[in-house]
């Protein structure tokens, strides 16, 4: 009798077991969803960094360049040799890298990473993408909010390639680029998720913050500083458990991707030219 309730009881368990494994073996190649987190603003979900871990951007960069200074007749030339290139294809490019919201700003690095990026296919690269614009553009705004630095736009009253936004931007102090520090996180992230696309991926970072110059609305100190601060959240993010989970999880994804041969979701070729026409 015990031994028959025994065999009873592991012909259970091994059906459990086989059940399982099934189970599994269904679910492989599909990307397991990273857990949902809540909004802090309408399309913009929490970062990683709680505000008081954040970098402090008035304690980390210079006042903005000072009248008279070297430094603001250079923002004030780049402003204008950038207004050249009003109504080309670099200005039109400068016109989408303005858009940060999802899943518009999801495939800005596609033909850097010669992969798509997509919610259904890469779903933590999707959402560490997300969540790092909060803190990158965060960190932005002590020095943004002490300063509230004019933009080009309101002192040589040029067009700006998302006139829509005229009215915020105006609300919005103009230093450091909250765009450029988001921008280069990014960049920098994705060149540890896929190292040997590394110079790709950081040029399109660096046009990621031009573009702000091009559309009329930074100057470029504005932009090298929300470099620096895009530098500065990426250093604090490496002390943060659920960020460094969430790359590990990106980087097998972007893996998986590439091994499928899938192409980028953007006219790359289209991009390049853009980005040959630039400043």
């Known amino acids: 009798m015990k031994t028959a309730n ?23 190649g599909r990307p397991v969803r990273p857990a949902d987190v809540s909004e802090i603003h309408p399309g913009i ?50 016109a989408e890298d303005a858009k940060l919201m999802f899943p518009e700003a999801a495939n800005t690095f596609s033909c850097a990473l010669g992969i798509p990026i997509t919610e259904k296919d890469t779903p933590h690269l999707y959402m560490l993408l997300r969540r790092t614009l909060a803190d990158a553009g965060l960190c932005t705004y002590t020095a943004k909010n002490n300063y509230q630095r004019m933009r080009p736009f309101m002192v040589n ?15 919005d102090g103009s230093y450091p680029s909250g765009h450029t520090a988001i921008g280069w996180a990014w960049a920098l992230i994705l ?12 040029a399109r970072g660096r046009a990621f913050g031009e573009s702000r110059n091009i559309c009329n609305v930074h100057w470029h ?52 030219e853009a980005l040959a026409g630039g400043l």
Not at 251 to 271: I, M
């Open 45 to 94: 979900l929490a970062g990683y960094l709680q505000p008081e871990t954040l970098p402090n951007s008035l304690a980390l960069i210079p006042p903005p360049p000072a009248e008279g200074s070297a430094a603001l007749a250079y923002d004030e030339e780049v402003s204008r040799k950038s207004l050249a290139l009003l109504g080309t294809p670099r200005w039109e490019m400068a």
């Open 6 to 28: 025994m065999i009873s009881r592991y012909s259970g368990m091994l059906a459990l077991a086989c059940m399982l494994a099934i189970t599994g073996c269904a679910e492989l």
């Open 191 to 202: 060149t540890e998720i896929v190292p040997d696309r590394a110079d790709a991926i950081l």
């Open 157 to 171: 009253d040029g067009p700006i390639c998302t006139p829509k936004e005229e009215e915020g931007l105006r609300k």
């Open 221 to 272: 100190s504005d932009v090298v500083e929300g470099r620096f601060m895009g530098s500065a959240a990426v250093a604090r993010l490496h002390a943060d458990p659920a960020f460094l989970e969430e790359m590990a999880a990106a980087k097998a994804e972007c893996a998986t991707l590439r091994a499928k041969g899938l192409e980028p979701a953007r006219d790359c070729e289209a991009e390049a």
